[in-house]
């Protein structure tokens, strides 16, 4: 099955720095979803990108859709405590299967 | 706003032993899934569920797994006779087939299972 390499797997920052992470893939996806877990909790849906070349904001969240469909990023602006969790790319594959595919997850963590 | 639910949070249970994991995903939504995650490692995909029937299922969901829609609301996984490696966080999601955001899927909470 198609996989995703997410990276970094892990951020340490100050308070108020910008935050960014990205999503590679080796086959095309046709969407792209991101989401943030906390511990113990479901992964909670940030964004979603439906079309090559495509930048949805949500909030301090930016999330762009790559134009070869194979890649996507993550932008946190001004962290803040609460930006704190592990967040995951995740695609639909393009062809057959019906099923999302996650990346690792980046683990950020934030110093007051 | 609609969400998914999912019980019980945290089941503990003996090896060999039974269990079923019950999820009421959002209502007008049509597709569902169930996921795993063992701890610190991704989300993984068990099986999806379209028109009472399963569509897809991954190399982890063998035939000690089984799913069902018993009625219009619920959404159930049953594992037969769990084994130690079966203990991990098991997400409930739903998406809707139709409208603005047919691939926007969404998550439960989790049910924890350990296996003892």
């Known amino acids: 099955g198609q996989q995703l390499n997410q990276s970094p797997q892990s951020m340490f920052i100050q308070e108020g720095e910008d935050v960014s992470m990205n999503c590679t893939s080796s086959s095309i996806f046709n969407t792209w979803l991101w989401y943030k877990q906390d511990p113990g909790e479901g992964p909670v849906l940030l964004i979603a990108l439906y079309k090559a070349g495509e930048l949805t904001s949500n909030g301090r969240l930016t999330a762009q859709f790559g134009i070869t469909r194979k890649d996507s990023f993550l932008n946190i602006s001004a962290s803040i405590p609460s930006d704190v969790g592990i967040y995951f790319c995740?695609?639909?594959?393009?062809?057959?299967?019906?099923?999302?595919?996650f990346g690792q997850g980046t683990r950020l963590t934030i110093n007051p | 706003e609609p969400e998914v639910t999912q019980t019980p949070s945290h089941q503990v249970t003996q090896m060999g032993q039974e269990v079923i994991l019950r999820c009421v995903p959002i209502s007008n939504h049509l597709y569902f899934y169930w996921y795993r995650q063992i701890l610190g490692q991704k989300v993984e995909f068990l099986v999806s569920?379209?028109?009472?029937?399963?569509?897809?299922k991954s190399e982890i969901f063998d035939d000690q797994f089984s799913v069902e829609r018993p009625d219009g609301s619920n959404f159930t996984l049953k594992i037969r006779s769990t084994k130690l490696e079966d203990s991990a966080m098991y997400f409930c999601?739903?998406?809707?087939?139709?409208?603005?955001?047919?691939?926007?899927?969404?998550f439960g909470p989790g049910t924890r299972l350990t296996v003892t």
């Open positions: 999601a739903s998406r809707p087939l139709a409208g603005d955001t047919p691939y926007e899927q969404y």
């Open positions: 569920f379209y028109n009472n029937e399963i569509s897809e």
């Open positions: 995740a695609g639909w594959e393009i062809q057959g299967a019906q099923k999302l595919v």
